[in-house]
């Protein structure tokens, strides 16, 4: 793609639109930028009025909502090109590149994915929704490497040109439908992930999750699951399969809970279209670290378990880190910014739980649900204080989860910092 002396507007000052604007200059790209934030406007480059602008193009940001945006309107009313963030990186990218989307799990799996392919001896660069915009790193890549790319739905909105050879789509639950609207359109935009996918690439879908499974998008699409395929990736008699091959034993997968087990068979099932054998995939595999802030054990404190799942910031992660904690005294910390969810969705799953500490937002929705359903609850308006109020009243034995079921951005810029939050609180730091 040729930018030299393009008039492009950067739409979105996060990370991904910083880096775009990087990426555009080194190419002598007359760049200029824009934010709905105003604080951004006395930056050196801020256009204050983009709508009277001419361009050749619109690089957008993922955190940028797309319906109802006025100045998107404008843009294609005027016929002005509009690329995603992951469109310009894909532009100036070589090598393969494999996406992983999905309500749960991406995180995860694309730190493992990354962490074979690297056992294999490849080359690699982890990219994306994960923290490193694609466009920090499009430029190293070469014809020989792999580039996996963690994408997430704010990313795939806006993308039309963006073309992985190896897709997965871990599962797909209610989330962001503050955004979307509907189920339905949040099921659509993750499904453009496969827009541009030729025959002779593959789609990996999860079999056990109702909505993957039915999906009809590419042509050539392989299944992992936790029960027996006839063929795919899947468990059974208490090992990996790919196909007939017997690849690792579950004994010896460190991480804990059912959708952990389901992110292991979906990185097996990507990088079973690599060269790598079965030492790399169990030397990667038992060495593995899951990422901060996921179902992240902190430690004991006065014989209190303490857990940061604040990276759960919907209904279905919740119920994952519950699940892998179901057999222990639970103090549930949950809420924050809601993004329309219906929580009867997890409490009518009858989890046995000591308490359901609610906070933030959404805390009296949340503690609507739980007492509707019979939990013994208790809210509060702020996160310190809900947090405060668990360290105070745990007894020895009790596992203290902070899994929110809610985005952070009522108090916090993000659920990394709500996570670093709660370990400060109760760790006394």
């Not at 406007?41 to 993922?62: A, C, L, M, N």
Request: hydrophobic fraction near 40%; glycine fraction near 6%.
């Amino acid at each position: 793609m040729k930018v030299k002396n393009k008039n492009v507007l950067v739409y979105g000052l996060g990370d991904s639109g910083r880096a775009a604007i990087n990426l555009l200059r080194k190419h002598k790209a007359h760049v200029s930028f824009f934010d709905d934030n105003l604080a951004f406007r006395e930056y050196v480059g801020f256009e204050r009025e983009p709508q009277k602008q001419d361009y050749d193009f619109v690089v957008i940001s993922p955190g940028i909502k797309c319906i109802g945006n006025s100045l998107l309107e404008n843009f294609r009313e005027r016929k002005i090109p509009i690329f995603s963030e992951l469109d310009l990186a894909y532009f100036f990218s070589k090598g393969k590149i494999v996406a992983i989307t999905g309500t749960n799990g991406k995180t995860t799996v694309s730190m493992l994915t990354n962490k074979i392919l690297r056992a294999a001896g490849y080359k690699t660069f982890l990219c994306g929704n994960i923290g490193l915009p694609f466009s920090a790193v499009c430029e190293e890549t070469t014809k020989d490497s792999v580039t996996v790319c963690e994408v997430s739905n704010f990313q795939l909105e806006t993308t039309n040109f963006f073309h992985p050879q190896i897709a997965c789509i871990l599962n797909l639950k209610p989330d962001h439908l503050d955004r979307h609207g509907s189920f339905g359109e949040y099921v659509e935009v993750k499904s453009r992930i496969a827009k541009n996918m030729k025959l002779r690439d593959t789609l990996i879908l999860n079999f056990d999750d109702e909505t993957t499974k039915l999906l009809k998008i590419h042509k050539k699409t392989e299944f992992f699951s936790k029960n027996r395929l006839k063929k795919g990736v899947f468990l059974w008699k208490s090992a990996i399969f790919v196909n007939k091959k017997n690849v690792l034993d579950v004994k010896d997968i460190p991480l804990k809970g059912e959708k952990n087990l389901e992110n292991v068979l979906a990185s097996v099932a990507i990088c079973s279209h690599f060269k790598v054998s079965e030492n790399a995939i169990f030397d990667a595999v038992t060495n593995f670290t899951p990422a901060s802030h996921r179902m992240e054990i902190l430690g004991e404190m006065s014989g209190v378990t303490y857990v940061d799942d604040s990276k759960a910031t919907n209904v279905a992660s919740t119920v994952a880190c519950v699940e892998a904690f179901s057999d222990k005294p639970i103090f549930l910390l949950m809420g924050g910014h809601g993004k329309e969810i219906n929580y009867d969705d997890f409490f009518s799953l009858k989890f046995s739980l000591k308490k359901v500490v609610c906070f933030g937002e959404e805390s009296n929705k949340i503690f609507e649900s739980a007492k509707k359903f019979g939990y013994d609850a208790i809210s509060f308006e702020k996160f310190d204080d809900a947090v405060l109020w668990c360290v105070n009243n745990c007894e020895s034995g009790d596992f203290c989860i902070l899994s929110p079921a809610c985005s952070s951005f009522d108090e916090f810029s993000s659920y990394a910092e709500r996570g670093e939050r709660f370990k400060g609180l109760v760790l006394g730091l």
